[in-house]
Each structure stands twice: as C-alpha cells, then as structure tokens.
C-alpha cells in the first residue's frame, strides 16, 4: 500500500484522511443500527413475554421430571440389587434400647 512514485503527498493525506472518516461514519452507522435493533426489540419481548414464560416454565418442568425419572430409575437399580444380594434381609424391624 505504498504510493506511487510521482504521487502528490498531498492527495496521499487526503485519501488516507478520507478513507479514516469514511470507517469512521461506518462504525457510527453500525452503532445506530445496534441501537435501533435492540430498541426496537424491547415492544417485541414485551408483545412475546407471555410465550417466553411459558417456554421457561415448561424447560424448568421438563428438568424436574428428568431428575425425577432419575432418581427413579436409581431407587429401582438399587432395589433390584439388594434383591439379589444375600447379605440384605427383607423384613420389620424395630430398634431396641440398650438400656
């Protein structure tokens, strides 16, 4: 990106001063846009609120059940081996006082 040889230094700055304002107006824009986009976003979540709480609720519910599904399953293994395991004895008991 050098200039060529018999280029005027001036128009060299002014290209270089022209080229710096134009990316400078290009992020300015760019901010706006953002700006813009995230303010025009907020009558959109408030219209959808509604939805988005029934999808959290629903995730958090799906959750839950999955936790419950797998201390389910756990109780279950865990009866189904102390079925088979001949050290455990079925039965009442009560507890005594060594007194």
């Known amino acids: 990106m050098t200039p060529q040889p018999g280029a005027n230094p001036f128009m060299v700055v002014l290209s270089w001063l022209l080229l710096g304002i134009m990316l400078l107006v290009a992020l300015g824009l760019g901010l706006i846009f953002l700006l813009v986009g995230w303010i025009l976003l907020l009558p959109v979540l408030w219209r959808k609120r509604r939805q988005i709480k029934q999808m959290w ?5 799906a ?5 419950d599904a797998r201390e389910r399953h ?8 102390n079925q088979n395991d001949s050290s455990v004895i079925d ?3 009560s507890v005594k006082n060594d007194d």
């Open 57 to 61: 609720q629903f995730n958090k519910a």
């Open 63 to 67: 959750q839950q059940a999955q936790r």
């Open 74 to 81: 756990e109780r279950q293994r865990e009866q189904r081996d």
């Open 91 to 93: 039965g009442e008991y």
